[in-house]
């Protein structure tokens, strides 16, 4: 089955304690992306990448780091948390050669930092 | 400025009856528009996309209008159903690049 996989789902933290949400897609796509979304402001794009060992910052990078190693990973490191970081997270990805456009996302990871 | 703007916020109907959101976006130059379905606490789904050309199109219940004059999009929901609680994201890819930009979404409730 096509998707994109995110790891973990819920976790709560305290501030200042480095944490990793896994992302993982099995469809072969080029472009991954991570996105914020909060009440009110709609999903935030934070970094993206068009393909291995190519990233780039998005809307709200701040805070936040991400690797691309293979192509179908990419992680999102949080490498300090803080409060303000408290949010729920996606992971989307989709093919650049197919060039549709569509987002394939995965089922979120809530983040709460303390 | 790219930008996306969705209304209403938030909409509450009774089953059965139909309903329109709006999408308005600001984005040039412009690829292409996509309707997506955010239920709660899960990831977007896509429902509709629509290029410079096309003006309708349709996904069972769930019609997408586009009119690139004006910058505006619809999506309207015939004969709605309980399963159409969810949030409305309108997204439109353009403005260079391979950029998108969200709209924040219109949350919709249908009550029986």
């Known amino acids: 089955e096509a998707q994109v996989t995110q790891n973990p789902r819920y976790l709560i933290t305290v501030t200042g304690k480095k944490l990793t949400v896994t992302c993982s897609q099995n469809?072969?796509?080029?472009?991954m992306s991570w996105y914020r979304q909060d009440p009110g402001l709609g999903l935030r794009q934070i970094y993206y990448?068009?393909?291995?060992?190519?990233?780039d910052k998005g809307d709200v990078p701040e805070g936040y780091k991400v690797s691309r190693k293979e192509k179908r990973n990419f992680p999102l490191i949080l490498e300090s948390p803080s409060p303000n970081q408290t949010s729920l997270y996606f992971c989307?990805?989709?093919?650049?050669?197919?060039?549709?456009?569509?987002?394939?996302f995965g089922e979120g990871s809530r983040l709460t930092v303390l | 400025k790219n930008q996306v703007e969705q209304s209403p916020q938030s909409l509450i109907i009774l089953e059965g009856k139909n309903c329109t959101l709006q999408?308005?976006?600001?984005?040039?130059?412009?690829?292409?528009l996509r309707w997506y379905k955010q239920d709660t606490g899960r990831g977007p789904v896509s429902l509709t996309i629509?290029?410079?050309?096309?003006n309708t199109k349709s996904n069972g219940r769930y019609t997408a209008t586009l009119d690139a004059d004006t910058k505006q999009s619809s999506l309207h929901i015939t004969a709605s159903q309980l399963s159409d609680s969810a949030s409305y994201i309108c997204?439109?890819?353009?403005?260079?690049?391979?950029?998108?930009?969200f709209g924040a979404g219109t949350r919709l409730f249908v009550k029986a």
């Open positions: 997204v439109v890819s353009g403005g260079g690049g391979f950029k998108t930009i």
């Open positions: 469809m072969n796509h080029e472009y």
């Open positions: 629509m290029t410079f050309s096309e």
């Open positions: 990448s068009m393909n291995v060992e190519v990233t």
């Open positions: 989307a990805s989709t093919s650049v050669k197919a060039n549709t456009g569509e987002l394939f």
């Open positions: 999408c308005n976006y600001t984005v040039s130059p412009f690829s292409n």
